[in-house]
């Protein structure tokens, strides 16, 4: 294998692994423990996030972001908690719906953002994009069919998540512009910002009198253990996937970039069907691959209109997912 091919593989592959790390660990963590803390869970990723790009900035990695300012932080207060709201209905969403499900719901955000996308900056929608959408509806209603622990809740936390997500997503491209920020920038700025507004919503909302009192007893002590670790490794991992991202899109292309965000969503599907006792089904697993595949056409459709678009021309954003719940490529926003 040559230099060139290793240096683009081994990126890829801490993208791919730290997106699946990253979902299967936010599934245990938010369903399988007595408490299900999302905004606790919320905060730790926010706060591995920021320590660990101030540790790595000051260890020579090649992690550079704004300094907190004033003006920025008020311009991007409002994108962060957008940003909190689509974290925080993916948690509970991800709390009653199985992984597979999630990630084929999850595509119908794609269909929102892109006629957010047509209304807001008058974006196209083209005839292969329509082909994706239709495959991304076909594959949820199959989903929702053969879903044998269906769960009201996790089906109404996911429909509130896709309309937060979109509103997102088309906020943040909005102001952006504004105030120019790049990758780490985002990333900081949005962790930062949430970190103290998840904390206040989790001492508010959250039973913690309830989770000391059940943790202080030492026959839960097992649980506790492995309540901590999962929570120390999803703040790895969100930090993890907010470094192996723009390394990937440096060492590869937006294209391959876009591509592998696509095509990541099946072995998180894989890995989640074989980790977790949810019962698996032949129409389960046919709404997996009827979502990969919309996702694969969505993302070769962007890049087609990308290419024949002038330059400066608006066009609609690679396939988005929860960056800190699902793993999934981030929106293309420069």
Same mark, same amino acid.
């Given at each position: 294998?040559?230099?060139?091919?290793?240096?683009?593989?081994?990126?890829?592959?801490?993208?791919?692994?730290? #997106?699946?790390?990253?979902?299967?660990?936010?599934?245990?963590?938010?369903?399988?423990?007595?408490?299900?803390?999302?905004?606790?869970?919320?905060?730790?990723?926010?706060?591995?996030?920021?320590?660990?790009?101030?540790?790595?900035?000051?260890?020579?990695?090649?992690?550079?972001?704004?300094?907190?300012?004033?003006?920025?932080?008020?311009? !991007?207060?409002?994108?962060?908690?957008?940003?909190?709201?689509?974290?925080?209905?993916?948690?509970?969403?991800?709390?009653?719906?199985?992984?597979?499900? &999630?990630?084929?719901?999850?595509?119908?955000?794609?269909?929102?953002?892109?006629?957010?996308?047509?209304? *807001?900056?008058?974006?196209?929608?083209?005839?292969?994009?329509?082909?994706?959408?239709?495959?991304?509806?076909?594959?949820?209603?199959?989903?929702?069919?053969?879903?044998?622990?269906?769960?009201?809740?996790?089906?109404?936390?996911?429909?509130?998540?896709?309309?937060? $997500?979109?509103?997102?997503?088309?906020?943040?491209?909005?102001?952006?512009?504004?105030?120019? &920020?790049?990758?780490?920038?985002?990333?900081?700025?949005?962790?930062?910002?949430?970190? %103290?507004?998840?904390?206040?919503?989790?001492?508010?909302?959250?039973? !913690?009198?309830?989770?000391?009192?059940?943790?202080?007893?030492?026959?839960?002590?097992?649980?506790?253990? $492995?309540?901590?670790?999962?929570?120390? *490794? $999803?703040?790895?991992?969100?930090?993890?996937?907010?470094?192996?991202?723009? !390394?990937?899109?440096?060492?590869?292309? #937006?294209? @391959?970039?876009?591509?592998?965000?696509?095509?990541?969503?099946? %072995?998180?599907?894989?890995?989640?069907?074989? !980790?977790?006792?949810?019962?698996?089904?032949?129409?389960?697993?046919?709404?997996?691959?009827?979502?990969?595949?919309?996702?694969?056409?969505?993302?070769?459709?962007?890049? *087609?209109?990308?290419?024949?678009?002038?330059?400066? @021309?608006?066009?609609?954003?690679?396939?988005? #997912?929860?960056?800190?719940?699902?793993?999934?490529?981030?929106?293309?926003?420069?």
């Amino acid at each position: 294998m040559s230099s060139s091919t290793m240096q683009a593989a081994i990126p890829i592959l801490a993208y791919c692994g730290s #997106s699946i790390t990253m979902t299967l660990v936010n599934k245990l963590v938010l369903s399988h423990f007595q408490f299900h803390m999302v905004f606790f869970m919320l905060a730790v990723q926010a706060f591995g996030s920021v320590a660990l790009m101030v540790l790595a900035n000051r260890v020579g990695l090649n992690v550079k972001y704004r300094a907190m300012n004033k003006p920025d932080a008020k311009t !991007w207060f409002p994108v962060a908690c957008s940003q909190a709201l689509m974290l925080y209905t993916g948690g509970k969403a991800l709390e009653y719906l199985n992984v597979p499900l &999630f990630t084929v719901f999850k595509n119908l955000t794609i269909i929102a953002v892109a006629y957010g996308e047509k209304w *807001v900056f008058s974006a196209a929608v083209t005839p292969l994009m329509l082909t994706s959408f239709g495959l991304m509806v076909l594959s949820s209603l199959v989903g929702a069919w053969n879903d044998i622990a269906f769960n009201g809740w996790g089906y109404f936390w996911m429909s509130f998540n896709c309309f937060a $997500s979109a509103t997102f997503v088309i906020h943040m491209r909005k102001v952006i512009k504004e105030v120019n &920020f790049k990758d780490f920038d985002t990333v900081y700025f949005n962790n930062l910002l949430t970190l %103290p507004l998840y904390m206040v919503l989790s001492i508010i909302q959250e039973n !913690w009198t309830g989770f000391f009192a059940y943790y202080s007893d030492k026959a839960n002590a097992d649980e506790l253990s $492995s309540f901590v670790q999962g929570m120390l *490794v $999803s703040g790895i991992a969100a930090f993890a996937i907010s470094y192996c991202s723009p !390394w990937c899109l440096r060492t590869t292309s #937006s294209t @391959t970039y876009s591509m592998i965000g696509a095509l990541n969503k099946l %072995p998180i599907a894989l890995f989640a069907m074989l !980790w977790f006792p949810d019962p698996i089904t032949a129409g389960g697993v046919l709404a997996v691959l009827l979502g990969f595949a919309a996702g694969l056409v969505y993302t070769h459709a962007k890049n *087609v209109q990308k290419r024949d678009q002038p330059q400066g @021309t608006q066009v609609l954003p690679q396939p988005i #997912s929860m960056e800190r719940l699902d793993g999934s490529s981030r929106p293309n926003v420069k």
